[in-house]
Each structure stands twice: as structure tokens, then as C-alpha cells.
């Protein structure tokens, strides 16, 4: 975790691309626009870069914020990136020893990595039988992953039916839930719970849960194991920032964007609070996309149907997470740095609970059995996420206590007796990740990945307005952080052409060179 101060002001009064936002989204469109040798100023309205990514200290311990693992690292495709960007020994990686563990009444698995590995053990804890099912959901999830990645960035009308043709598989199951696979595959429906058991990750509910959502990240944790950034997710914002910097680019923070400046049609910079215009023919959002488009660019220059398309969309629920800290020795005990517990089989019912304001899912993360430099020698970090709704009907000052006291329940009931070994516990709510992140509700995963706002049916990263672009979570390829950062690859790809998109993707190894 680097810590540094960061001007307020830019150097110069114009530049070939501004971005706005410094969260993975935005610091990931920013490094990759740099390397392609323009000049790159972020604007960010912390006083830190990072958004979700930020990690904090209190006293000896270091908590993030809110993103705890990622489906990549070594020798993997983000490993790869950030070479590519030449900053891949500003952050490195630590594998935990499994994928997780689900939590059921009555049922505990840790999932192993590795697909037969994957199938063998949930086979044989739930049913024998289903093993060819297992793997019949393996090969359409591996199926729709290769179509995704050789899939133009964008496609004109003229392209799509050829595109149909082209990847079937694909645009068969484009519009299906999680839910809908499962049924297909399999019939135990306790099976069917415990494949799709990592959903509160996702935020949605398998019978609500695009398919083409879930099956990227699932095939990237249960092949490539689970991983975390080393001394946090703050390193890794922190080698985008560094890759910025080293092109050339800028990052300022502390600097509210009050305006993207557009004339004639045509993004020309932004205005800061402070008054001061700073002009580019290319401007990218990595922030919310309601407030990038309503109120920096303003409905007037954009078209209706687009604004109501924009107004129509589901931002995802929210979260309150618990940050604790123990003396207990975790590492003596059977438990994973990543855990889902559920108290029901049935999700549509604890979904239903959840929007209701009660938790009834969570996913628990003991990072120090993974990095135990986060924490003093003897302590461990556990920390409890379960989503929650944006507007409860309550004040969330007076929730807090109660969800605070529920996830402290949770946690003893998965861990007796951690309770009274703990040595440190706060709650973070709703409005808190409003606050960093400028999402609509503290949104998690931007727009909720229901199937109808899932692929390319989420906002695109073109906007009505020539020059301005969107890059993070609202706009393709969706939730997740590796998402998150691919997106500004993608807003790259449209900024420097298909020549640049072809060759790139060709090096990272997503396609064939022609």
C-alpha cells in the first residue's frame, strides 16, 4: 500500500484524454489509453485513487474496502496486463489454498480448484450420479467464455447475424439465467444450491442471475484457484496509477468534476468545481452512470429514448459488511479464507429476506490465512459481506446497530466463541460506499446483472455524445473486478481502433492472429 499525496490541479490546460473517476474502471482506461502514447490526465474527487479498491488501516490492521479476492494472478491474464502496462512487480499475488467454502444447514464443502477435482467433490458429498451433468455445465460455461473473448468489442447491425451464426452457443444462452442452466444440467436440487452456492458474490439469486455473468468468473476461480493482492487491493490500484504516471499521465485527486463540457454534439473537456475548464476531444467516466450522464452531461444533449432506456435500468443492491479483527487462531481451525454461509437451501427465499433488510446470505474473507502481513503476528481479519438494500425505509444510522449485531451473530454461529476473542469490529453501510464510490445507492456491482442487463445488453461504452465514454461496471462487460479493469481495455480498443484491438488481443492471447 503506497501512500502518497496527490495534486488538486492539472499541469496543463488540455490534454488528448480526461478521465473521470480513479477506480479500477477508470485508472484501467487511463493506463492502457497512456501506453498507446496519449496524453492522460484522471480526475478523482478523493483524496485517494481507487474507489472499491481502496484498502484502510485501523491501528495495525489493513482491511479493504470492498473487494477481497479475484479470479486472476500469477502467470494468469491480469498478471499478463500488468505486465503489459509494465508495473506487474508493483503488484503481486498470493493463491489461497482452496476456491471456498459453502455453508449450508447441515452441509459444509470447501471446493477444491481444478474442473475434475470440482466435479469429484460435489458429486460425492450430493449425488454421484450427476457427474456428467457437472461437466455437461463446465463445457457451455467454457463454451460461452471462448465466444465472449472472440466477439468484436463492437458490433454494427450489419455484423450481428453473421455474429449469430458465428457463436451460437453464445446468443442461444444470452438471455438465460444461472437457474435455467442448472436445470438443464442437473436435477438434485441440493446440487443445484451448492454449484450456484457463491451467488451473494454476484448479488442476484440463480433463478435471477444471468448465466453469462456467472460462468466466466466461476470457470476462472474453480480453474485458476482464488487469489489476493498481496498487502491488499490497494496495490493493485495503486501499479494502475503507477502505469499512468510512468506514459506520462496524470492523476490528480481531491478535484470534483462538475461538468463534462459538450458542444455541438462533441465532448470537449470538463470543468472542475474549483471553475477551471480543462479541454480533450475524449472524455471517459469511470463513475456512475445516472450521474455521468444526468448530471455532468445533462439530458439536453442526450436523446430521449436513450435517457428513459437509461432510467428503466436496475442498479445492483448495496452491501453492509463487518470489518473484525480476533486473537482466535483461525489457521488451527477448519476454516477458509473465503466462506459462503447460507442459512436457507432455498435462495429466492433468502433473496427475498435480504430486500426485505435481513440478512440471510453473506460471504465471510479471512485475508491473513492468506497474507498474514495484514495483520500483527497471532490476529487474524475476518470480514462478513452480505448485501443489502439502498433504502431500507429506515435511517440507516439507526440500522446500522442492528445489521451490526446480525452479522456478529452470523459470525459467531459459523465460529463459536469468536465473539469474545474479537479485537476489533465497525460496520460499513450503504451510504458509506455511496460516499466512495459516487455509485447510485452504494451500488456493488453497478447495474444488477439480471440477464436483460447482462453482455451486450448492458449500457454500452459509446455514448450518444461523440467523444465521451463510459469504462467500469455500468457499461460491458460487466460486475467483477477483472471486468472492471478489461473495460478500460475495451474503451481502449474503441479510442485507438481495430488494428490496435486485433493486435492486442492477439499478445494477451484471447485470439488467433490472422
Sequence with gaps: MVERSYADEPAAAAYDVVVVGAGLGGLSAAAFLARTGRSVLVIEREEEPGGYARSFRRGD?????????????????????????????????????????????????????????????????????????????????????????????????????????????????????????????????????????????????????????????????????????????????????????????????????????????????????????????????????????????????????????????????????????????????????????????????????????RPAAAWMNVPTLVDPSLAPAGHHIVVLTTLAPADTGTPWEDEAGRYRDALLALLERRIPGIGAQLTHAEVATPPLFERYSGNWGGALYGWESSPDQAGGRRLSRVTPVRGLLLSGHWTQPGMGSFRVLFSGVETTMVVAGQGYAEEFLHRMGLVPAR
Design 61 to 357: 490492521y489493513l482491511f479493504e474496502l470492498a473487494i477481497h479476492i479475484i479470479g486472476q494472478g500469477e502467470g494468469l491474464l491480469l498478471g499478463k496486463l500488468l505486465d503489459y502496462l509494465g508495473v506487474a512487480d508493483r503488484c503481486r499475488f498470493v493463491r489461497a489454498a482452496d476456491v471456498c467454502a459453502l455453508n449450508f444447514p447441515g452441509f459444509r464443502l470447501s471446493v477444491p480448484a481444478g474442473r475434475e477435482a470440482y466435479i469429484s467433490a460435489h458429486a460425492e458429498a450430493l449425488a454421484p450420479s450427476e457427474a456428467d451433468g457437472l461437466r455437461r455445465c463446465f463445457e457451455l460455461s467454457q463454451q460461452v467464455h471462448r465466444e465472449v473473448h472472440q466477439l468484436p468489442p463492437v458490433l454494427s447491425l450489419r455484423e450481428l447475424e453473421g455474429a449469430v451464426t458465428r457463436f451460437p452457443t453464445l446468443f442461444r444462452y444470452h438471455s438465460s439465467t444461472l437457474g435455467d442452466l442448472l436445470d438443464e444440467c442437473l436435477v438434485d436440487e441440493r446440487l443445484k444450491a451448492v454449484v450456484a452456492g457463491m451467488w451473494p458474490f454476484f448479488g442476484l439469486p440463480p433463478s435471477q442471475l444471468s448465466f453469462f455473468t456467472w460462468c466466466t468468473p466461476f470457470l476462472s476461480l474453480v480453474q485458476d484457484g482464488s487469489w489476493q493482492c498481496l498487502g491488499g487491493s490497494q496495490s493493485l490500484a495503486d501499479a494502475l496509477v503507477a502505469a499512468v504516471e510512468s506514459q506520462g499521465g496524470e492523476v490528480i485527486c481531491g478535484a470534483p468534476v462538475e461538468q463534462i463540457v459538450v458542444r455541438d454534439g462533441e465532448a470537449r473537456g470538463v470543468r472542475l468545481a474549483s471553475g477551471r475548464e480543462v479541454r480533450a476531444p475524449v472524455v471517459v467516466s469511470g463513475c456512475d452512470a445516472r450521474a455521468t450522464l444526468e448530471r455532468l452531461v445533462g439530458q439536453e444533449y442526450l436523446p430521449g429514448g436513450y435517457l428513459r432506456r437509461v432510467r428503466r435500468m436496475r442498479a445492483s443492491l448495496s452491501g453492509c459488511v463487518l470489518y473484525a479483527a480476533t486473537t482466535m487462531d483461525l489457521a488451527g481451525l477448519e476454516v477458509s479464507s473465503q466462506e459462503f454461509l447460507h442459512d436457507d437451501w432455498d435462495s429466492d427465499s433468502a433473496f427475498t429476506e435480504i430486500r426485505s433488510g
